[in-house]
């Protein structure tokens, strides 16, 4: 049997098993939780999305018009103690661009023209040495997507795809996994 039928069977056998295809993707590729992250408190998730610039303050130009678009997930936790309780948002790269605790937003403002979304985010970033070229054609893989380098991605930006994701905010799991397909950030 070939490697990639045995991955399917594998796959299809845990998704016929009450584990969606997108689990299956993310609990082969990452491993198990630690107990010990389970703490007090109550943990959420949604896809649903809406703004938080009144916290955020994004830059109205460069970024908020893309947001929305950037938006895959929130998560977040709220504790009794208010100075435990936060929020993270994440973009369809897998990326944290938004990080809200008590002391309000903690990412930049996404004030950078032609990357909303892509360069002032938490990401993996990965240069490969031998085909960068700093000066005249560098060689960037980033997480978040690609910068609007073309004239095409100007009206909306090309966000790196996310391939699966699955979040269990159950009072025994209470984590989130996202695996993506980082993209050469400047093309062409």
Known sequence: MSPLLLVLWILYAKATNGISLQQALVED??????????GSGTSFYTKDFYSTQEISQWDETAALPFEEDAFLVEFGHVDSNINRSWTLRVGHGGTIYSFIGPYGEA???QDHDGAPWIDE????VAVNTALNNPQDDPYFIHQAGTYQNTPELLEKP?????????????DNKRECAFVSWGQQAHVP
């Open 29 to 38: 590729l990452m491993p198990q939780s630690s107990e010990l992250c389970v």
């Open 107 to 109: 990412m930049p403002p």
């Open 121 to 124: 985010v938490w990401q993996m």
């Open 158 to 170: 090309f966000y790196s795809p996310n391939l699966a994701h699955h979040c269990d905010m159950s």
